[in-house]
Nanobody
Framework: QVQLVESGGGLVQAGGSLRLSCAAS????????MGWFRQAPGKEREFVAA????????RYADSVKGRFTISRDNAKNMIYLQMNSLKPEDTAVYSC???????????????????WGQGTQVTVSS
């Protein structure tokens, strides 16, 4: 059974930083594309960042490019999202997700992911 558990969310002032973690079990992050998505109140879930299992593709939403960094620790079977220069509009529930092993589905589309974490709340105050 695949499980993803996020941690690291919280309340931070605008301009601050947070690092989100996602612990995976039942699936190896080194052979699966891993992504981060977010959902703000009253809005649809949107793509934030993803890293292809092959290491050849790392993609970010335009809204976070240059501020967020996705990374993985294969030894710990975890992925991370370092978030710098946070803005109030970054406030959302952040979830990690995984694609099936060796999938070549688009990394920025929700439909390509088959397991999701419960999410962690990030709140950025102005």
């Amino acid at each position: 059974q695949v499980q993803l558990v996020e941690s690291g969310g919280g309340l931070v002032q605008a301009g601050g930083s947070l690092r989100l973690s996602c612990a995976a079990s039942g699936r190896t992050v080194s052979t699966s594309t891993m992504g981060w998505f977010r959902q703000a109140p009253g809005k649809e879930r949107e793509f934030v960042a993803a890293a292809r299992w092959s290491g050849g593709t790392i993609r970010y939403a335009d809204s976070v490019k240059g501020r967020f960094t996705i990374s993985r620790d294969n030894a710990k079977n975890m992925i991370y999202l370092q978030m710098n220069s946070l803005k109030p509009e970054d406030t959302a529930v952040y979830s990690c997700a995984t694609q099936p092993p060796y999938s070549l589905a688009p990394v920025d589309l929700i439909r390509g992911y088959d397991y999701w974490g419960q999410g962690t709340q990030v709140t950025v105050s102005s």
